[in-house]
């Protein structure tokens, strides 16, 4: 069993950040890429960042130059920092996985449950 939980999320004024976590927990053999995704009620899930197992980021053209992503192996976890928040970036942030439970089992992706991000003027 894999578990994301995802935190940090909530209620910020624009031009203001905060730093979402999630961390990975159960059976872990292998974490490969993770990423955010982000959804607006009524709107297609889309992508904000990713990173590789290596150390590898991509990031959504609407959010470089102000969102980070990163990963602590050691903890099962990765994080995004958003700077410079604009009420666009308004929406659920999901946290999302590539994780091979056990040695021999394919690699399954996994989705958090959701933690909710608000920008106001």
């Known amino acids: 069993q894999v578990q994301l939980v995802e935190s940090g999320g909530g209620l910020v004024q624009a031009g203001g950040s905060l730093r979402l976590s999630c961390r990975a927990s159960?059976?872990?053999?292998?974490?490969?890429?993770m990423a955010w995704y982000r959804q607006v009620l009524g709107k297609q899930r889309e992508l904000v960042a990713s990173?590789?197992?290596?150390?590898?980021?991509t990031y959504a053209d609407s959010v470089k130059g102000r969102f980070t992503i990163s990963r602590d192996n050691a903890k099962n976890t990765v994080y995004l920092q958003m700077n410079s928040l604009k009420n666009q970036d308004t929406a659920v942030y999901y946290c999302?996985?590539?994780?091979?439970?056990?040695?021999?089992?394919?690699?399954?992706?996994?989705w958090g449950q959701g933690t909710q991000v608000t920008v106001s003027s």
């Open positions: 999302n996985g590539d994780i091979n439970a056990a040695r021999g089992l394919p690699t399954t992706n996994y």
């Open positions: 159960g059976m872990l053999y292998s974490i490969n890429t």
């Open positions: 990173i590789t197992s290596g150390g590898t980021t």
